[in-house]
């Protein structure tokens, strides 16, 4: 029998494969070492081969691919369905490989190494703004365990910090002025560092026509347009712009029964650093929107109006996932509506 269906479980070092015929029939399951997996492929005909969304999912689905097969990637809470009673590899792997012959099933786009090398920028540039608000919390604690204490805002810590390390010292004792110190030098390092990483986002966008295309829509700016450019691609594998914003979980979560319908808060499912960073957007153009509302479009003006602004903010979020997909789909610069 020939194989036609491969599931395959990524591991670190052990992988798991589970090959079936058009029929259906089983015809391996097995262990392959990490080393051995591409000359495996090498000897099997051309066939489907399935594989969970995950951190190394898109190196071997390109290096698959090379070898003629048909790689899909699938989201690991679409496969889960299919899991029978048990959890081993074994079974893993046979779940992936039926759940990838459905044909309702939703796949995801394997990511180019350009895609994945910027996405690297972005992530060190995130796990670094949490290290600087965790030393800034810490040094503003510190602050307060000695009766001194800041204003709101990380601009304010910055400011306390270059002070300190010039010479201005709160009245503390030498021992905890040492250490604050210590966590005063880390964090303008951190702020160094993350307007680096920043830089480099904004010099990508600024080369990227599809970047530069996005960064028209207003509250969208390099960050942001890099970010969305080198996750979805050219938005092909949405067929339309709801199904992009609900990629991103910023759809009303549907609970009708009984010819009934019931629309909840935001579903949350998704990337959440770009539902993090058009939202943070469109609170900014709404901002802008209170102090100028001679621009702001009739359709904005209305919703925040109308609606709660955390609400109006995600609606806004919202329609801007639905340009984004209609720009990168048609390859169309951004439309203003009329104000």
């Avoid at 490989?97 to 995801?108: L, N, Y």
């Avoid at 995130?126 to 000695?146: C, H, K, W, Y």
Wanted: charged share 25%; net charge positive; proline share 4%.
């Amino acid at each position: 029998m020939t194989v036609k269906t491969v599931g395959l479980d990524l591991a670190k070092d052990v992988f798991q494969v589970h090959g079936i015929s058009e029929t259906g029939h089983k015809i391996f399951n097995r262990k392959i070492k990490r080393a051995k997996l591409l000359a495996f492929f090498e000897n099997l005909p051309p066939c489907m081969v399935g594989m969970e969304a995950c951190g190394s999912a898109h190196h071997w689905g390109r290096e698959l691919r090379k070898l003629g097969h048909d790689v899909r990637l699938m989201p690991a809470t679409y496969v889960k369905p299919y899991v029978k009673r048990g959890k081993t590899d074994a079974v893993d792997a046979e779940a992936i490989c039926e759940a990838v012959c459905r044909p309702t099933m939703r796949f995801v786009e394997i990511k180019t190494e350009d895609q994945q090398a910027l996405l690297t920028v972005h992530r060190a540039r995130e796990l670094v703004v949490r290290q600087r608000t965790q030393v800034a919390n810490m040094i503003r604690g510190l602050l307060r365990e000695f009766g001194h204490v800041l204003p709101t805002g990380v601009e304010a810590v910055t400011a306390f910090s270059k002070r300190h390390l010039e010479g201005d010292h709160p009245d503390m004792p030498d021992l905890a002025t040492g250490i604050l110190g210590t966590l005063c030098y880390q964090l303008l390092g951190l702020n160094a560092r993350i307007d680096g990483f920043t830089k480099l986002i904004a010099c990508h966008a600024r080369h990227d026509a599809d970047a530069r295309r996005l960064m028209q829509v207003p509250g969208i700016g390099p960050i942001t347009a890099s970010a969305i450019v080198a996750t979805i691609g050219d938005a092909k594998q949405f067929r339309t712009g709801r199904d992009l914003s609900a990629w991103l979980g910023l759809t009303p979560l549907n609970k009708s029964s009984g010819g009934k319908e019931r629309l909840g808060r935001i579903t949350k499912k998704g990337d959440h650093y770009i539902r993090k960073l058009l939202i943070v957007g469109m609170t900014s153009r709404a901002l802008m929107a209170k102090r100028h509302p001679e621009k702001v479009d009739i359709w904005t003006a209305k919703m925040l109006a109308g609606k709660p602004f955390r609400l109006a903010t995600v609606a806004m979020a919202n329609k801007a996932a639905r340009a984004i997909w209609a720009m990168l789909r048609r390859q169309e610069d951004y439309r203003q509506p009329v104000a």
